[in-house]
């Protein structure tokens, strides 16, 4: 290499590092005085977590939802059925929005009676209902009286207690078709077995005997078990009662669900 191409060089690469040693200084210089400018970022305004296919269903969730309410808007407010129900003034009812079981309370003399069933056994009678109530439709020999007794078999459960005795009665039973299957009768000595839900409770109902099958018994035993309920108005009516109720308050529950859902996919 000639000595003139060395000092050409050499000039070069002095010339670079003085023009990076320049440039260094100036951005320090701009970072002490805070005058560097920053890069922009842009910020999405789509929420956190929300999928792709979030708005097709809030949108199918609001259709439901019309749907329903559509065919809710033609019926009265109080169905007939349970006008009538309050206007015998025998049982109060005690339903909670949001919450799939119902309690019904009366008194009877010095007894309080407890009956609690739930809209959950509907569900999955709803399609094999269905079925059935389509192959009988081209029936005509079906009576009047059977078809309001084809009902959803619900199962109930009720206690008795006795304001001037410990202990209570609980009471397994099935209702369909207008009337009560007993399927178990247990006696508690402690009456708030029968109706407390602790922990502490449900560990001391396992050791408990609960009593024979009912259909193992002796049939006039049945029968004067089966008396004892009536009076109490255990009786056709709210065996009739109890399945309407129970889908009508799923019905509701029903919209409120998809209402809730839909407000949660869209938040």
Known sequence: MSTIRALRQFTAVSSRAAVLRSASS????????????????????RSFGQG???????????????????????????????QEFKAQGKWQIEDTPL???VLLTRKFGNESLRLTFSIVDIRGENEEFDNEAASEENDEDNSQEEEVLNTYPIRASLTVTKSSAPGSLAIDMMCQEGQFVIDNISYYKEGSLATDLTAEADWKRRGIYMGPQFDTLDIGLQEEFDKFLQERGIDQSLALFIPEFAEHKEQREYVGW??????FVDA
């Open 258 to 263: 998809l209402e809730g859902v839909k407000s």
């Open 52 to 82: 792709t296919a979030d708005v097709a269903l809030s949108n199918k969730l609001l259709e439901e939802t019309k749907y329903e309410k559509e065919s809710m808007a033609e019926l009265p407010k109080e169905p007939e059925f349970l």
């Open 99 to 101: 919450n799939d079981e």
């Open 26 to 45: 100036s951005v320090r210089a701009r970072l002490v005085s805070g005058k560097l400018p920053s890069r922009a970022f842009s910020v999405s305004a």
